[in-house]
């Protein structure tokens, strides 16, 4: 779980950092600090995110292999 992918699952779920912070019991501050990288994202906090969007450790490895193979133009 990466700062990054917690953002894309929050709005693609049409979600707020207060959304999710509600969900699994945090400030909407801890959140937008996370997406910001400004606060490291822990193994606690990231299984925490993993509970919420109701992913385990085979969905969260092809997110990951989809993230790998989609290349940005800059």
Same mark, same amino acid.
């Given at each position: 779980?990466?700062?990054? !992918?917690?953002? @894309?699952? %929050? ?5 707020? #950092? =207060?959304? +999710? =912070?509600?969900?699994?019991?945090c400030s909407g /501050?801890?959140? &937008?600090?996370?997406? /910001?990288?400004e606060r490291r !994202?822990?193994? %606690?906090?990231?299984? %925490? *995110?993993?509970?919420?969007?109701? !992913?385990?450790?085979?969905?969260? #490895?092809?997110? /990951?292999? +989809? %993230?790998? &193979? @989609?290349? *940005?133009?800059?």
């Amino acid at each position: 779980m990466t700062p990054e !992918l917690v953002r @894309i699952l %929050r709005v693609t779920r049409n979600m707020t #950092q =207060a959304d +999710l =912070a509600k969900k699994i019991g945090c400030s909407g /501050r801890l959140i &937008a600090f996370i997406e /910001r990288h400004e606060r490291r !994202l822990t193994e %606690r906090m990231a299984n %925490r *995110f993993m509970v919420a969007f109701n !992913l385990d450790e085979k969905k969260l #490895q092809e997110l /990951r292999m +989809l %993230r790998e &193979a @989609i290349v *940005f133009d800059e």
